[in-house]
C-alpha cells in the first residue's frame, strides 16, 4: 500500500494525472481539480485528496506525479 496526496491548492486540473493514473484519479466535478478515486480514499475522512492505493497501481500513481505540472500529486511509500 502507497498513500497518495493531491494539493488542491496547487492543482490547476490540467488532466494529466487522470489521463496517466486513470484508476487512481479522477475530475473532480464541482471544482474541476482532480480528487482520489472513490474505492482508494480514505475511509475515515470526508477528504477526497488523499488515500490509499495497492502496490500495483504505485508506478501508475509515480507517473501521474512526474507528470504534474505543478507539482501537486505527492506519493509516499
Ligand atoms: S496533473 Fe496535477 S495539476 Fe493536473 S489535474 Fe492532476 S493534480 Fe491537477
Known amino acids: ?3 497518495v496526496r493531491v ?10 494525472c487522470w489521463a496517466l493514473a486513470p484508476s487512481v484519479f ?6 474541476y481539480k482532480s480528487r482520489i ?3 482508494y480514499r480514505k ?3 470526508d477528504d ?6 495497492p502496490d500495483n497501481l504505485l508506478d501508475d500513481a ?3 506525479a512526474e507528470g504534474c ?3 501537486a500529486i505527492s506519493v509516499e511509500e
Open 26 to 31: 479522477e475530475e473532480d466535478p464541482e471544482s
Open 7 to 16: 494539493d488542491k491548492t496547487l492543482c490547476i486540473g490540467c488532466g494529466a
Open 37 to 39: 478515486k472513490e474505492p
Open 1 to 3: 500500500m502507497a498513500k
Open 62 to 64: 509515480k507517473k501521474a
Open 48 to 53: 477526497e485528496s488523499t488515500g490509499e492505493i
Open 43 to 45: 475511509t475515515d475522512s
Open 69 to 71: 505540472p505543478t507539482g
